[in-house]
Structure formats: structure tokens, C-alpha cells
């Protein structure tokens, strides 16, 4: 494999630097539809060439800024550090999540995983995953086993080293992430509406419902049960390990945007106009906020001992709306995505601009550039990752 060079126009200065990462050289696992000597044989090939997964190295090399440092103290935070996957042309980045003291990302359409630490933005390990042209869904956590999956197939990797551990067929296609439900269960939903309960180590279907349509939405976990929404707008709360339907309700249009959960509370953006706030318990509803534009994406909650949920109005603008009887605190005529919240200032996001607004009116307070990020993730203790989707990251946290 070439080396990666990084494609970015300017540099930050010197004092900032990060260690750069060679281009893994673990082998190609894919396993999906395989029978089981061959998913066997696969997983040997594997453990044989797991040892130059590990990337860990001395060499520093500078990396450009995605926010200048003057801009990163205008909003109240400092850098951390900075660090670059230094992805080729031909790569982006298709998502990334912090889990504990992993950031997890995956490379499209190559399907390289990386792990990094969030402490210093060091590369842990890198392992291709899947076949080619498969697409990689979020991952979830489980001890020390990351389980990733693709449309037709989950893998156990292990975290701190990236090792296929071993993997599993799914009973369905599907196009979501799966919960975890307990420890033992990963419930998903599939494309052709079937939700399904799987055994994390045995990858037998535990239980398993037919839904109306379709899923795409994530579905999200209340404690140990799950609720699931499918693109006819039929919505279900199960019990997660037993499978058991414990109540149903419908919206008037599809459900394509992941739910959220807030203690008692389901929040379910629908392409009926409606934002839905669902006692998790009985299915009711405690309140429906109408709009009129079609609703695809999703509803944010910041800080769970608030009373403010945050709904993204596509294209057009941001509404802050009272928890207790879904009434409009404020609404912010610009299209953008909140990520924290800081005291009585909110941090939010567009592809252009990190945004500071005032958490009682929803006035803009101020707005400093960023160039070329795709994603602003929450952390611990209040840290900010941003991210490119060329594999560029900063890490930032409040202060000076």
C-alpha cells in the first residue's frame, strides 16, 4: 500500500505536532454467507497475521488545524491535541464514536476500523473488516470487544489490539446498528422489517418479530428493553430479552432519523411533521410538536437532567422545545447541529462554523470558522472532538 500523505493546504505551527501512522497491513476478514469451516479457516488466517495490526510509533510529523487556535479560546476550550489518519484520495471517513477511551472510526470504502486513544489521539490499531464494498454500521461495546457490524455479518474484535475474535452470519440484511441488551443479546432491525434478537457468543436467534416495514432507523435501547420505529411509521417496544411486545403505535409517515431517549421518555422524529415524546413505559404519548417541514433527522437531547429537547428543522433551523409539555422555547433561523452544552451556552455546528448560543433565548453569541469538518462529537468531562472526513481530528476541552 503507498503511503498516505495528508491533503490538506496549510500547516499549524510546529509546536503542535502528533505522531503519524503507517497504513495497516492486517489481512482481509469477510464472512458473511460463508460456511462454517471456511469462517474457521478465515479466522485463522486472521491470529496468524494479527501482529502487524498494532501501529505505535515515535515519529512526529506536523498536522494541519481544522480550527485555529485563537478561534478554538474565542468558545471557551483549548487544544488537546491534534492527529491525522492521513487518508489517501481515494478514502473519507463514514463515521466516527468515541466509546470510553476509544475513538472508533471507519474508512469508506475500504472498511479500514481504526481505534485511537482518546487521551492522546495515538493509533492503537487498524483492521480491515469485511469484504469489499461492504458498508460498515456503528459499532457498540462490550468489555474489552468492540462488535462491528455490516449488512450481513457482526464481528467480535478485541480492543486492544483490533483482532477478529470470531464472527457471525446475521439471519437478515440489515442497514442499522445493533443494542445491547444485557450483555448477551444484539437486537437489529432488518430490511425486511424483521427485528431479531441474536446471542453475542453463539449467533443463534434468540427471538424475533415482524414488523410492517422496513428498518433504517437505529434502534435504541430503555434499560433493558428496545424500541424500534419502521419506514411505514409503525413504532414497538420490545422486551429485549425475551422478545416480548410490550406496546405498538404508529405515526402517519415513515421514520427514517434514530430515536432518543431521555430517562422516561422516547422522542421519535417522524416524516409526518411530528416530533413524538413517548412515555417508554405505557407507549402514550405525553406531547406531539408539529412543524411543516418533513422530519429526517434527529431529536438531541444534551444534558439528561435538563427539561430541553433540541430538534434539527432540515435546512432551515434549530428549535429548542420544553420537555415537560412540548412547547417551543426558542427557535435559531439557521441550520445547525448542537453538540454541548456549557453552562448557559450551547455549542453547536454547521459545515462552515462553530457557533456559541445562548441557552435561555437561542441568540447566536458568536461564531468562529473551522475548514473542512464533517462532525463535532461530545466526550467526557465536557471535551469536543472534531473531526474531517479526511481523517483529520483536534480534541478540545473547556478552558484556557
Known amino acids: 500500500m503507498p503511503n498516505r500523505k495528508c491533503r490538506r493546504r496549510s500547516l499549524i505551527p510546529a509546536n503542535w505536532m502528533t505522531p503519524t501512522h503507517p497504513t495497516p497491513c492486517a489481512t482481509r476478514v469477510g464472512m458473511g454467507r460463508l460456511n462454517l469451516a471456511m469462517v474457521l479457516?478465515?479466522?485463522?488466517?486472521?491470529s496468524v497475521t494479527a501482529g502487524c495490526q498494532t501501529n505505535k510509533t515515535d515519529d512526529f510529523a506536523p498536522v494541519p488545524a481544522l480550527m485555529e487556535s485563537n478561534d478554538v479560546a474565542a468558545i471557551g476550550y483549548h487544544v488537546r491535541w491534534l492527529t491525522s489518519l492521513g487518508l489517501p484520495a481515494s478514502q473519507q471517513l463514514a463515521w466516527t464514536v468515541i466509546l470510553d477511551d476509544l475513538i472508533i472510526t471507519a474508512e469508506s470504502p475500504d472498511n479500514v476500523v481504526t481505534a485511537i486513544a482518546l487521551r492522546d489521539g495515538r493509533v492503537r490499531w487498524r483492521?480491515?473488516?469485511?469484504?469489499?464494498?461492504?458498508?460498515?454500521?456503528?459499532?457498540?461495546?462490550?468489555?474489552?470487544?468492540?462488535l462491528i457490524n455490516t449488512g450481513?455479518?457482526?464481528?467480535?474484535?478485541?480492543?486492544?489490539?483490533?483482532?477478529?475474535?470470531?464472527?457471525?452470519?446475521?439471519?437478515q440484511v440489515v442497514q442499522t446498528s445493533p443494542v445491547l441488551i444485557?450483555?448477551?443479546?444484539?437486537v437489529y432491525g432488518a430490511m425486511t422489517g424483521r427485528v431479531y434478537g441474536l446471542g453475542v457468543k453463539s449467533g443463534f436467534q434468540n427471538w424475533a418479530y415482524q414488523m410492517s416495514a422496513g428498518i433504517t432507523a437505529d434502534p435504541v435501547a430503555v434499560n433493558e428493553r428496545v424500541f424500534i420505529a419502521d419506514q411505514s411509521g409503525i413504532y414497538a417496544m420490545f422486551?429485549?430479552?425475551?422478545?416480548?411486545?410490550?406496546?405498538?403505535?404508529?405515526?402517519f409517515e415513515r421514520v427514517v432519523a434514530d430515536p432518543a431517549v431521555d430517562g422516561s421518555t422516547v422522542y421519535m422524529a417522524s416524516q409526518d411533521r411530528s416530533l413524538y415524546a413517548l412515555d417508554s413505559r405505557?407507549?402514550?404519548?405525553?406531547?406531539?410538536?408539529?412543524?411543516?417541514?418533513?422530519?429526517?433527522?434527529?431529536?438531541?437531547?444534551?444534558?439528561?437532567?435538563?427539561?430541553?429537547?433540541?430538534?434539527?428543522?432540515?435546512?432551515?433551523?434549530?428549535?429548542?422545545?420544553?420537555?415537560?409539555?412540548?412547547?417551543?422555547?426558542?427557535?435559531?433561523?439557521?441550520?445547525v447541529r448542537p453538540v454541548a452544552r456549557q453552562g448557559q451556552r450551547i455549542v453547536a455546528y454547521d459545515k462552515n462554523n462553530v457557533h456559541l448560543?445562548?441557552?435561555e433565548s437561542g441568540k447566536s453569541i458568536r461564531a468562529v470558522p473551522m475548514q473542512d469538518v464533517t462532525e463535532i462529537l461530545r466526550g467526557p468531562d465536557g471535551k469536543l472532538l472534531v473531526v474531517s472526513n479526511l481523517g483529520e481530528m483536534m480534541l478540545i476541552a473547556p478552558g484556557q
Open 282 to 335: 405505557s407507549g402514550r404519548d405525553k406531547w406531539v410538536y408539529r412543524t411543516t417541514t418533513p422530519l429526517t433527522d434527529s431529536p438531541i437531547v444534551l444534558d439528561t437532567e435538563g427539561d430541553t429537547i433540541y430538534l434539527p428543522i432540515p435546512f432551515q433551523a434549530l428549535v429548542a422545545i420544553d420537555t415537560s409539555n412540548g412547547r417551543e422555547r426558542w427557535r435559531l433561523p439557521a441550520a
Open 41 to 46: 479457516m478465515m479466522m485463522v488466517i486472521v
Open 357 to 359: 448560543i445562548d441557552a
Open 239 to 251: 422486551d429485549g430479552g425475551s422478545g416480548e411486545l410490550l406496546w405498538k403505535g404508529r405515526a
Open 182 to 186: 444485557d450483555k448477551n443479546t444484539l
Open 152 to 171: 450481513t455479518t457482526f464481528y467480535a474484535l478485541d480492543t486492544d489490539s483490533g483482532h477478529i475474535e470470531y464472527a457471525h452470519e446475521l439471519n
Open 127 to 146: 483492521q480491515l473488516v469485511g469484504l469489499p464494498g461492504d458498508r460498515i454500521y456503528r459499532p457498540v461495546l462490550l468489555g474489552t470487544q468492540l
